[in-house]
């Protein structure tokens, strides 16, 4: 069982994930933002690694991986940063990041450490299904790693189902066709999306992200979900009022 | 028949290519995968195709003796015209040729990057030509270095959206792109270059594929033989250049040069001569050979020309290169700008700072006596006269 199924057998709804880049808003801020997390009572935590050209994440996103990354961040640091607090953090940490620094860091030298580090679970928004059945899982297999796949509105039925047989984590709902970053309220139309995942009754438990920026969205993406992650908004408080703002932003949500 | 340059199943040429894109993406590049090649080897598709390449591009395009260049540099030197082409380059043949197959689709807005701006006119031209909407995604700073053909697309109609990110180039205007198709789904994305998630490439180089076509037929009739010794031609993205190469890439008597930017000098820090300084990599959605440092992440490259001022290389470019089917030379900004003005004083045509690469590495060459050489003339000089001209005294 790995650590994500573990925090799911403690509780199955309501559950609170926030993402963050390491080395933001400072380069070794990392830490710090994970045991204030953990202080505030975040089931897990989404740890984004900055990369040059995020295909998948907007504006503020991108923003705070260009910080960092001038911040002087980079994969050697950030499993340096991960390995000193392995021993006290108790909250589950997911790793995302891009294929490509999978790739040039060297595949296998990659897994090793994020298991050093304790994590069990990835995110690689770029990796495509078929890559994963032809390459990864095997790779993933090996070190005893979990792949999070996401679907969107447009993920056909088959391949939900196909992700469901592939999951050990949860199925990462992204909440609309579009990029990371607040869209407002969520719509009827989002809503008709999330009942109609709901109804499939799949074995895997969901988290809807993108899009999830405070309590009335949050609230409403668990009504359909197990749990829901905010990237964007938190990284703007992170912004405005630094680590020392993780506490109010957390309590304004939940 | 089947060349072992073209993509596999899965959209492979050798170890590059595939489609490394977010699950966001993924019906719309699977709607194209499942019905591009049905739909471009239709016939209803082939006429409608041949047809505008003849009466709106233009074409066949010329394919010219330099007499004067062949005289210079001891050899045949025939140049392929795409810069007499409808809008003045390459460009057009792919965007005529997906604008019908976005038409078959029931597409009604199109989205395109452009680095040069040859591409974003080419696109913003044939939704003209169709009464269809168009975005183009263009790098901040090429907006101001390639300001009239900015002022061309919006003449035709386009909306430009700057990209404001990393180098505020064509790899930024192509993440734009990327993530505004993610985002409206229902909109084709007409993509400029050998680049990108397949199927893209593969559909390129087949629309392409018309130059190097028409290089055989108009060989035979000036030479009596169907096959040069050499084709010379650019490589960003490298859509001239897959061409160029397309028929000829399992006739292995035909040397084929790929020329990249090296914009200060390979080494300087300051350069786009992927090949030379990329490693396997991902971008855009593709596996190729991409300029990135020790974490993957990409370097901004850097060239005079905003048509290769690009990290990467298409993936069939990546394995033309490790297979050593094509042979890799670069330029630099300098050398470029000297090969744009020789062809401009020998032969009377200004070629686009792109193109000036190609031709920069003659003097590079040791040809043998009657070596028959075609060097793609991907594009002419107009959208480049300021930076031609700010050089002039050199």
């Known amino acids: 069982m790995n650590s994500i199924q573990k925090i799911f057998e403690q509780k199955d709804e309501n559950l609170l994930s926030i993402y963050f880049t390491c080395g933001y808003p400072e380069l070794n801020d990392t830490n710090k933002v994970i045991k204030t997390l953990e202080a505030n009572n975040v089931d897990f935590i989404e740890v984004g690694l900055p990369y040059s050209d995020p295909l998948a994440d907007g504006p503020t996103i991108q923003d705070s991986s260009q910080q960092a990354l001038k911040n002087g961040i980079n994969l050697d640091i950030v499993f340096e940063q991960l390995m000193e607090i392995k021993e006290t953090n108790k909250t589950p940490l997911v790793l995302m990041g891009y294929l490509n620094q999978m790739l040039k860091y060297g595949e296998d030298k990659f897994c090793k450490k994020v298991v050093e580090c304790g994590i069990d679970t990835l995110i690689i928004p770029d990796l495509p299904m078929v890559e994963f059945e032809n390459h990864y899982q095997q790779l993933f297999d090996k070190y005893g790693l979990t792949n999070v796949f996401l679907i969107t509105p447009h993920t056909s039925e088959e391949r939900i189902h196909k992700i469901d047989n592939y999951t050990n984590a949860f199925i990462y709902v992204v909440a609309s066709a579009s990029i990371t970053g607040a869209k407002g309220e969520i719509s009827n139309q989002q809503i008709a999306y999330f009942e109609r995942i709901k109804a499939m009754k799949l074995k895997s438990k969901l988290i809807i992200g993108f899009g999830i920026s405070d309590s009335k969205t949050f609230t409403t993406a668990c009504s359909y979900a197990n749990g829901a992650i905010i990237g964007s908004a938190f990284i703007k408080s992170l912004k405005s009022t630094g680590v020392s703002g993780i506490g109010n932003f957390i309590s304004g949500i939940r | ?394």
């Open chain 2, 1 to 394: 028949m089947k060349s072992k340059f073209h993509p596999d199943k899965n959209g492979y040429f050798g170890q590059f290519g595939g489609a490394f894109i977010p699950e966001l993406l993924h019906p719309n590049v699977k709607e194209l995968e499942d019905n591009y090649i049905q739909i471009i080897e239709s016939k209803e598709f082939q006429d409608e195709y041949k047809s505008l390449l003849k009466d709106f591009v233009g074409r066949p395009t010329p394919l010219y003796l330099a007499k004067t260049l062949s005289e210079k540099y001891g050899a045949h030197i025939y140049l392929k015209r795409e810069d007499l082409c409808h809008t003045g380059a390459h460009k057009v043949n792919n965007t005529v040729g997906q604008i019908l197959i976005a038409k078959k689709l029931g597409k009604t807005k199109i989205i395109a990057e452009t680095g040069a701006g040859q591409h974003g006119v080419a696109t913003a031209t044939v939704c003209a030509l169709m009464g269809l909407d168009c975005t183009v995604f263009m790098g901040e700073k090429d907006i101001v270095r390639q300001a009239p053909n900015v002022a061309r697309m919006k003449m035709l109609g386009a909306k430009i959206v700057p990209a404001t990110s990393g180098s505020k180039t064509l790899k930024d205007a192509t993440n734009e792109a990327i993530r505004y198709w993610i985002q409206n789904p229902e909109t084709f994305y007409l993509i400029g270059s050998v680049v990108g998630p397949h199927p893209h490439p593969d559909m390129v180089a087949r629309l392409q594929a018309i130059i190097s076509e028409e290089m055989k037929w108009q060989l035979k009739e000036k030479t009596g033989k169907e096959d040069p010794d050499t084709i010379i031609a650019c490589v960003g993205g490298g859509s001239n250049a897959a061409g160029a190469f397309y028929h000829y890439f399992d006739d292995e008597d035909v040397e084929l040069i790929a020329v990249e930017a090296a914009g200060l000098g390979v080494n300087s820090g300051e350069s786009a001569a992927t090949s030379q300084l990329g490693e396997v990599g991902i971008i855009h959605g593709s596996k190729t050979i991409l300029m990135q440092d020790d974490y993957g992440q990409i370097v901004e490259p850097y060239s005079i020309s905003a048509g290769l001022d690009y990290p990467g290389v298409g993936p069939l470019h990546a394995y033309l290169y490790e297979s050593g089917r094509a042979k890799f030379m670069n330029a630099t900004d300098k050398e470029a700008l000297a090969a744009g003005f020789e062809l401009t004083k020998l032969e009377g045509i200004i070629p686009a700072l792109e193109t000036a690469h190609a031709l920069a590495v003659l003097p590079k060459i040791d040809f043998k006596k009657d070596q028959v050489v075609v060097i793609n003339l991907s594009g002419r000089g107009d959208k480049d006269l300021e930076t031609f001209i700010q050089h002039l005294e050199d």
